[in-house]
């Protein structure tokens, strides 16, 4: 069972999500390439988890697994006790960049998700999810006049309106400037404090994946097999210059197999 | 020019209507210095237009000439939109099909003139058919390549949100698409323009382009055929005009980013 932090999740949390010796191979020139090998983890109900591994090593393709998108060689996923056998509105994947509809506003993309319900009370949700990502007044615009920042959030409440159990993010603020990137971990935070989603975050960024995870699945390359799996024992809000926070980010620099001077 | 002091607002205009100045002047005494008779000059151009405006065929002739494109043009977008989406979502039925409309692609309707009479007769009808197949063929491969180059992401998003496959069609495929498909129509508008007049040339007795040509069949006008030959580029140029401002309407406008 998962070891989960105390002080971020209930304390009993049921399991939410079972890797299952995931293997992926794909062919490539008429040869079996292997990429994921015996992938096994569990995910606890409202954990947030952090997925690094150097780029290139099958973090996405993990990704695109666990989400249903692609079908594992062997192994399976099982979610709530039901094996994944395809994409879910119950679990969002949220892409790096581009990933809201330019054809969309604001409100367009949160209520992509939401034509099924009655229009009062997708309003409603609608009204909910902007003030949330902070977009008020920027309702009737579209993603081509916002920010990378703005679009990144409009991404994760379009995601979050479907009302998922879980959310994937595939570097999902990659491709933001630096300072913005940390002003969207926060939001994020926050986001998951008061939603309580169980969240699955790839990332190559070391410092994210300590700074938001509750465990960190560090995986190997060629092919990715899981090195470690690292509970990250800080309580939030996390001080990042703290001893234990510099030792941990040093730990999983280590793993990745990067000494942590430049 | 002194051109610090003005913005640049003025040169927008004060540049291109010198050019046209220029050509009109160049025309008016290449005429006056060749001593021509046959070849009018700009100013009997001008009272050749005022002679068609007041004669009042003009407005019948442009209407003519604006319907059989509307028609051709309409129809072609109507069974071309759809065909090209089709093609464009099953890459196997575009193998199949699209070395057919490569071959057809390239011929001129106006090679088609001859099948078109045999098929309708001499008439609207077979004009309306040339105007069809000018715009035919680049109205369905604006929508293939339109429908093909949609990112992927837009399409498992869509998937991820339980969207079945015509709700991707019509809430992804298709928005996600349509600048292209604009795109296409604005070059399918511009052929059938062109198509309209040589159709009318031959299998028709109305119209601009049956203008052009009576008025040099009958008592050799050209100040009327250059009349009309002008009226035919200013109204291909407003339709143009027309067509590209869908592409400032705030859905689309995504796609056209590099020219705003």
């Known amino acids: 069972m998962s070891l989960t932090n105390a002080a971020n999740t209930p304390a009993v949390a049921a399991m939410k999500l079972r890797a299952e010796q995931l293997c992926v191979a794909f062919e490539r020139d008429s040869k079996s390439v292997s990429v994921l090998e015996d992938i096994t983890f569990d995910i606890s109900d409202g954990e947030f988890i952090c997925i690094v591994g150097r780029s290139g090593c099958g973090k996405s393709t993990l990704l695109n697994v666990l989400a249903g998108f692609l079908a594992p060689t062997s192994g399976s996923v099982i979610i709530d006790g039901e094996p994944v056998h395809g994409p879910d509105p119950r679990r969002i994947l949220v892409f790096q960049e581009h990933g809201v509809f330019p054809w969309l506003t604001v409100e367009g993309n949160i209520g992509f998700g939401l034509s099924k319900l009655p229009r009062a009370e997708r309003e409603h949700r609608v009204a909910h999810y902007v003030q949330m990502i902070g977009l008020q007044g920027f309702e009737r615009t579209y993603p081509s006049d916002l920010s990378g920042g703005m679009k990144q959030r409009l991404q994760v409440a379009r995601a979050l309106a479907v009302n998922p159990d879980i959310l994937y993010l595939d570097e999902a603020f990659g491709a933001l400037d630096s300072i913005t990137r940390l002003a969207m971990r926060k939001e994020l935070l926050r986001i998951w404090q008061t939603e309580r989603r169980t969240i699955i975050f790839v990332t190559h960024d070391i410092d994210e994946a300590v700074q938001l995870a509750d465990r960190v699945v560090v995986l190997s390359s060629n092919p990715a097999r899981i090195e470690d799996i690292l509970t990250i024992d800080i309580r939030r809000p996390r001080n990042i210059s703290s001893p234990h926070y510099l030792e941990l980010r040093d730990k999983l620099l280590e793993q990745i197999g990067q000494a942590y001077t430049v | ?260």
């Open chain 2, 1 to 260: 020019m002194n051109s610090l002091s003005k913005p640049r607002n003025w040169e927008k205009y004060f540049w291109p209507v010198l050019a046209a100045a220029l050509l009109f002047a160049i025309w008016h005494y290449c005429v006056v210095w060749t001593g021509t008779n046959i070849f009018p000059s700009p100013l009997d151009v001008e009272k050749g237009m005022a002679e068609l405006l007041h004669k009042g065929v003009l407005w019948d002739d442009i209407g003519d000439s604006v319907r059989r494109v509307a028609v051709g043009f309409g129809a072609a977008a109507v069974t071309g939109i759809p065909l090209g989406l089709t093609l464009g979502l099953y890459p196997a039925a575009n193998q199949m099909v699209n070395p057919v409309l490569q071959i057809l692609r390239p011929i001129s309707p106006i090679a088609w003139i001859p099948i078109a009479i045999i098929l309708f007769g001499v008439g609207d009808r077979a004009a309306v058919f040339l105007i069809f197949l000018g715009a035919f063929f680049p109205i369905v491969l604006a929508c293939v390549s339109g429908v093909s180059s949609v990112p992927s992401i837009f399409q498992r998003t869509g998937r991820n949100f339980g969207l079945s496959s015509t709700q991707l069609l019509a809430r992804v495929v298709f928005p996600a698409a349509l600048p292209q498909i604009l795109i296409g129509l604005r070059i399918a508008l511009g052929i059938a323009w062109v198509v309209v007049v040589a159709a009318e040339m031959i299998a028709v007795e109305s119209g601009l382009g049956y203008l052009v040509i009576d008025s040099r069949n009958s008592g050799k006008r050209y100040d009327l055929v250059i009349a009309a030959m002008l009226l035919i580029g200013v109204i291909g140029l407003i339709l143009d005009l027309g067509f590209r401002s869908l592409e400032g309407l705030p859905s689309v406008r995504w796609g056209f980013r590099h020219e705003s």
